[in-house]
């Protein structure tokens, strides 16, 4: 059975920092994998998506990266902006017609002005 | 011109009423998805549909009841409403259910709060 982790639950930095997210998996038998954004209140946007055969996926100031042989996942962050505060959230993708995504618990960020 | 739409956003209701969330999505997308997150935050796939078609039914009680009336909806009704059901309900679609094209679009939430 697929487990996502992400730690810590929650993240605390000061604006302009570079920073980055982590996200473990149990079974690195996945299709892809998915960083999502989600606001209070709000519900996910999908913010990078990296395929099983990739090693990373770059949108703008993010940076995700792939490892799937140790099962591990990073969201990289430059220069973070009070914006940036969200809770993010990594899912992975089981292969097969009847593939799911699997999702972390997410880690709430804090950008500090 | 939303893309994955849910009504109500929020639904106050008593135990043991029945009620029902609808979902639109106007991506063309194939493979429709109702999620569950509870208080601890924890989201976890409840449904998928897959061109009106159940394909996963993760193990979720019987007064869960999906229907998708054509490919662009996804409506979640649920009988005998219990405390522990109260959550944010999310409906996502994605233009396949695997393959490169894969990435869920989720709508807004649909807040329960069964009293």
């Known amino acids: 059975k697929q487990e996502v982790t992400q730690i810590p639950a929650a993240l605390s930095v000061p604006e302009g920092e570079n920073l980055v997210l982590n996200c473990s998996f149990t079974d690195s038998a996945i299709y892809n994998l998915q960083w999502f954004r989600q606001d209070p209140g709000k519900g996910l946007t999908s913010l990078l998506l990296i395929q099983s055969s990739q090693r990373e996926q770059t949108s703008g100031r993010l940076n995700a990266s792939l490892d799937k042989s140790s099962g591990r996942s990073t969201l990289y962050i430059a220069a973070s902006q009070p914006g940036d505060s969200a809770t993010y959230l990594c899912?992975?993708?089981?292969?097969?017609?009847?593939?799911?995504?699997?999702f972390g618990k997410g880690i709430t960020l804090s950008v500090r002005p | 011109d939303t893309a994955v739409s849910q009504t109500p956003k929020y639904l106050v209701t008593q135990m043991g009423n029945d009620k029902s969330i609808k979902c639109e999505q106007n991506l063309g997308h194939d493979t429709m998805y109702w999620y569950k997150q509870d208080s601890k935050k924890f989201l976890k796939i409840m449904f998928s549909y897959n061109n009106k078609e159940l394909i996963i039914n993760e193990t979720v009680p019987n007064r869960f009841s999906p229907k998708s009336p054509d490919k662009a909806h996804l409506n979640l009704h649920i009988n005998s409403l219990e405390l522990g059901d109260s959550a944010v309900y999310f409906c996502a679609s994605s233009p396949q259910t695997s393959g490169r094209d894969s990435t869920q679009y989720f709508g807004p939430g649909t807040r329960l709060l069964v009293l």
């Open positions: 899912a992975v993708r089981t292969p097969g017609a009847n593939s799911k995504l699997t």
